[in-house]
């Protein structure tokens, strides 16, 4: 791995910002400066881009580390700085959103538009009786009214758990139950792949699990597939009949910079998701912040498109609070890439002339594969800039990405980032950065980045080890929702008073930072992550399991995928053809967790690699599955298993 790194590291090519773009960089090139003031520089962004009801006196409070406290003493509404200032300042005929809808359908919605829309959503929340604080799930197709929903939560104070619209009933149900849900608001269906793909049924599943014994009182379902849905009375509502009837008239109140704005679950390295808790100042700072510079953003004549679901964090800060803070014009999209035609994508960037694109590698991948001559029928002139997120982008990729995409020109921003540090800490800035492709490059401005060893040395110089943030920064996770022990186990015990991203990383002779993907059991497909453990156990709740190992394998298109090696039972051994029982295996866990979690491979062994203490060898089983000679085995128990496993397998 090192060595491959240091053959990209040192055969990378460099592409020096042209001179008309640094002349007009938005960023402005005493970035770096200003940003060396740390967290006053932070406060200084939080003025000029926010507005505050109540402008803060105090900076950061990081007496009670790890839970960092910004702008505490500031009070200001998530939902006014995205919506009503904007119509207040002049801006409300610009549009915001331009949406598209998978079957060719399409809606154009201004601010002005946007903010009586959440208004109303507000209003009806209220009748629902949300109040500040209270929590709300999610779980919607990417559809406007999903934007709508999240706003109207913010407005009135309370949060949004926004549940990915591919998760299973069973997960939706734990996600609902983690956070104490009192509504749940969902669409009757959406579209994907050229057809309706249901929510409503889903929700309905999840909250008839445990006898209907659930915390939430109501569901508000948006009307979008037309599917048949099962009504209860008393406790569903219809969005078209109470929303579109509710009054436009809305305050937005104040609150405190600390207040929760989102709880949003992720994969950790236990079978439990962590709902990654954020907070309202320094989130929606960093969002607009980044969101500006690192895309240069030109709000009154871009028209930008982050192509992220917002059930992921991408989608929180990069479709919701970054561009609508910053007044930006974007385009949403409901469906796949390829539907109903392969050059989908390129077909909107077209249609509404898209200036800015941000997406994953993943997506570039299969673009790739499809081939060029697919862009090469559409006119993609528009594209001024590109970013790259979820994933180390392989240097072919990205230089396709730019010649193909980018007409050999736009600059290519790969923003290093994660759930937990709600906004982008490592990028290049357009105009200013010398970029290099495969390297996510230099900490933003006002962020502190350290590469450490395990004995929590810094590593100087041209050296690799495990990836800090060294200090605060706005939009940090502020915790795990009710699992403050978690917390800190997970981030800040390794290290101290530095966040471990849970990343290995290298620095090479310039300073650029070059990602060697996660340290832990964590896998990264598609630029979503999944937990090795999450999926293991899920396999082995199915009765024919008697064990499982779940390892991410390297693949050309999704990065890694979900591979699983499992032992049957000995009372169902035999009753399958082991095709047959990793298809049945494949489905389960789809069913089970949702289908981006379905392994793209199910071996079915009689035997697993494991040490003397018990502990399974993911490592030997990550070269058996990716075709590779397999490593050091001399800590194996039983040198045979892995000649056996290896005959089982190809
Ligand atoms: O391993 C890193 C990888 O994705 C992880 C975070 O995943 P998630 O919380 O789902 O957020 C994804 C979108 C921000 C990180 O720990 N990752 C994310 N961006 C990059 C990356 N790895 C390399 N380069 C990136 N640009």
Redesign the pocket.
């Known amino acids: 791995m090192n060595e491959q790194i240091d053959n990209l590291m040192n055969e990378s090519r460099r592409f020096a910002p042209s001179a008309e773009f640094a002349a007009q960089s938005v960023a402005g090139s005493d970035s770096y400066d200003r940003g060396a003031a740390g967290a006053e520089f932070w406060a200084d962004q939080a003025r000029d881009l926010l507005h505050w009801h109540t402008p803060f006196t105090q900076t950061l409070d990081w007496s009670n580390a790890p839970f960092a406290r910004w702008f505490a003493d500031g009070e200001l509404n998530v939902s006014y700085n995205c919506l009503d200032r904007h119509v207040a300042e002049g801006r409300g005929d610009r549009v915001a959103l331009h949406w598209e809808g998978e079957p060719g359908d399409s809606r154009r919605i201004t601010y002005a538009e946007l903010t009586h829309d959440v208004k109303r959503a507000a209003n009806v929340l209220t009748q629902l009786g949300i109040e500040p604080g209270d929590r709300v799930a999610i779980y919607m197709p990417l559809i406007p009214e999903a934007l709508v929903a999240m706003l109207a939560v913010a407005r009135l104070g309370a949060i949004h758990s926004v549940v990915f619209g591919g998760f299973s009933a069973e997960s939706l149900r734990s996600r609902v139950d983690d956070a104490g849900a009192k509504l749940v608001i969902t669409a009757d269906g959406g579209y994907r792949k050229g057809n309706v793909f249901a929510l409503k049924p889903v929700v309905d599943e999840a909250l008839a699990a445990d006898g209907g014994q659930n915390t939430v009182t109501n569901v508000l379902v948006v009307r979008r597939g037309n599917n048949d849905v099962a009504w209860h009375e008393g406790r569903d509502v219809w969005w078209h009949e109470s929303v579109d009837a509710a009054s436009s008239e809305h305050e937005a109140q104040a609150f405190p910079a600390e207040q929760p704005l989102f709880i949003l679950y ?1 994969s950790g390295t236990t079978g439990k998701p962590k709902g990654i808790l954020h907070t309202s100042g320094g989130y929606l700072t960093q969002a607009a912040y980044t969101h500006k510079n690192v895309f240069d953003l030109r709000a009154d004549t871009d028209v930008y498109w982050c192509t992220a679901d917002v059930g ?3 989608g929180h800060t990069y479709v919701v609070y970054g561009p609508l803070a910053n007044g930006a014009t974007q385009v949403i999209y409901e469906g796949t890439p390829d539907s109903p035609h392969p050059g989908r994508w390129w077909e909107i960037i077209q249609k509404y002339g898209v200036s800015i694109l941000y997406t994953a590698p993943t997506a570039i991948r299969s673009f790739m594969k499809l081939g060029s001559e697919i862009p090469a029928q559409y006119v993609l002139s528009s594209i001024r800039l590109l970013g ?6 392989n240097p072919e990729a990205w230089i396709w990405y730019r010649d193909v995409v980018g007409a050999g020109t736009a600059p290519i921003v ?8 709600g906004a982008i800490m ?1 990028s290049a800035l357009p105009g200013l950065t010398t970029l290099k492709p495969g390297s ?1 490059q230099v900490p933003l401005p006002g962020i502190s980045i350290d590469i450490l060893d395990e004995a929590g040395e810094k590593v100087s110089g041209e050296a690799g080890g495990l990836l800090v943030v060294t200090q605060p920064w706005p939009s940090m996770l502020r915790g795990i929702w009710g699992d403050n022990d978690r917390f800190r186990e997970t981030y800040w015990e390794k290290f101290g008073d530095k966040y471990f ?3 290995g990383a290298r620095r090479d002779a310039d300073g650029d930072i070059w ?1 060697l ?2 340290v832990d059991d ?1 896998m ?1 497909v598609s ?3 999944l937990s090795t453990a999450e999926i293991e156990s899920s396999l082995v709740a199915n009765p024919m399991v008697a064990e499982a190992a779940v390892v991410g394998a390297a693949d050309e298109t999704t990065g890694q995928a979900v591979v699983a090696f499992v032992i049957l039972r000995a009372s169902e051994a035999g009753k399958l053809e082991p095709a047959e029982a990793s298809a049945v295996l494949r489905q389960h866990v789809a069913t089970h967790i949702g289908a981006i979690a379905r392994p793209a491979r199910i071996y079915i062994v009689s035997e697993l690699p494991k040490t003397r203490s018990g502990k399974i060898m993911r490592r030997l089983l990550r070269d058996v599955a990716e075709g590779r000679e397999i490593g050091d085995t001399t800590t194996l128990t039983d040198q045979n298993v892995l000649n056996l496993i290896s005959t089982q397998v190809h």
């Not at 790969?414 to 540090?421: C, F, I, K, L, P």
């Open positions: 992720t992921w964090i991408t790259s997120v979820g994933e180390p982008i790969d923003t290093w980032w994660q759930t937990e540090t490592i996510a991203a849970g990343d990602l993907g996660r964590v990264n630029g979503h992550r």
